[in-house]
């Protein structure tokens, strides 16, 4: 039985620029697919690498659609390489390939603060507005600076409030303990990504920041969590052979088909958490239907991004504390898709 493919590339300015230690990020992009059986049903699916990972690219997901053609099978869906990872998970989400979910009660969700000392104006209203946990990008600007806005942030945090630090993989070794020996004693939750190593860097270099991770993680109290060091099925086994004591932060929309490396992490019992990135209202729909399937330790999830865009049907849920399933089947796909016509 074939089916119908059509998809749309996106390229859609943020309604504020997104600031990390890869830099400025002003623009998404991405794209859409959409898959029509011949009985009429319709699903929608998205593919939006990051511009700053290596392998799969917007790029190559837009050939891979071309080649694909206008009708498809199964066995050609099921064949778009391993490497297109974020392609391979869109087609099956637009397949009907969900995860079942069993509990439907809210999540509370982490609100995104701003890097450098914008996050310090926004903290408060953030935290009137009912969110306890806060997300902060670190290693943006001078460490010396950073530090101090810390201790701005901690002072402000309202009562059970916690911060989560994300460095993107900015630091070296010394940077790192620098700020986790500043972090040991205050409402941190962990530090995420503090180190990282590209493939393009060489093994040599990947396992050196991995046995830097490791080392950190065992030797402060605060915990460290893995981002962008987790990037598929392949990527968490390694992990968890490792015996990896800290976080894993996934990004459901990145790491392509990760039954099995969900099933082994609920297996040990690892703290996870769902998050964002960035993505359009399709993709959202996706991720958090992945984050609400989750069964294990539930932990805030880092989902508080939206309104990223100016058009109201590309966005995912509001930022607000708590996410609840009605939010999730209440996106839309198929407006999204016809706002990008």
């Not at 837009?62 to 099978?73: M, P, S």
């Not at 590309?314 to 209440?330: H, S, Y």
């Amino acid at each position: 039985m074939t089916h119908r493919l059509s998809y749309r590339r996106y390229a859609l300015e943020f309604r504020v620029p997104v600031r990390t230690a890869h830099g400025i990020w002003p623009v998404r992009e991405g794209v859409l697919v959409r898959l029509e059986t011949p009985g009429g049903d319709v699903g929608y699916g998205e593919a939006a690498p990051l511009p700053w990972a290596a392998g799969e690219t917007v790029d190559a997901i837009e050939a891979a659609c071309r080649r694909l053609g206008e009708e498809v099978d199964p066995a050609m869906l099921a064949a778009v390489p391993a490497e297109l990872g974020c392609l391979r998970l869109a087609l099956q989400t637009a397949g009907g390939q969900l995860p079942e979910v069993q509990a439907t009660s809210a999540r509370p969700v982490a609100a995104l603060l701003p890097a450098g000392r914008a996050a310090l104006p926004l903290l408060g209203p953030k935290a009137e507005a009912g969110f306890r946990v806060f997300k902060w990008k670190v290693g943006v600007g001078e460490v010396q600076e950073e530090l101090g806005w810390l201790d701005e942030l901690c002072a402000r945090l309202p009562t059970g409030g916690k911060l989560r630090l994300d460095a993107n993989g900015a630091w070296d070794r010394r940077t790192a303990e620098r700020w986790l020996d500043r972090c040991a004693e205050r409402p941190v939750e962990f530090v995420e990504q503090p180190c990282f190593a590209a493939a393009s860097e060489g093994a040599t270099a990947q396992q050196k920041v991995e046995d830097m991770l490791l080392g950190l993680a065992g030797d402060y109290p605060t915990p460290v969590a893995l981002d962008e060091s987790v990037q598929s099925d392949r990527d968490l086994a390694r992990w968890l052979a490792a015996g990896w004591p800290g976080f894993y932060v996934l990004k459901p929309g990145l790491m392509g088909d990760m039954t099995g490396g969900l099933a082994a992490l609920r297996k040990v019992g690892a703290r996870v958490v769902f998050s964002s990135a960035l993505e359009t209202a399709v993709g959202a729909r996706s991720a958090l239907h992945r984050a609400f399937a989750w069964d294990g330790e539930i932990h805030a999830l880092g989902f508080g991004v939206w309104p990223l865009f100016a058009e109201a049907a590309l966005n995912g849920p509001t930022a607000t504390p708590f996410i609840r399933w009605q939010d999730v089947t209440a996106l839309d796909p198929e407006a999204a898709w016809n706002a990008l016509s």
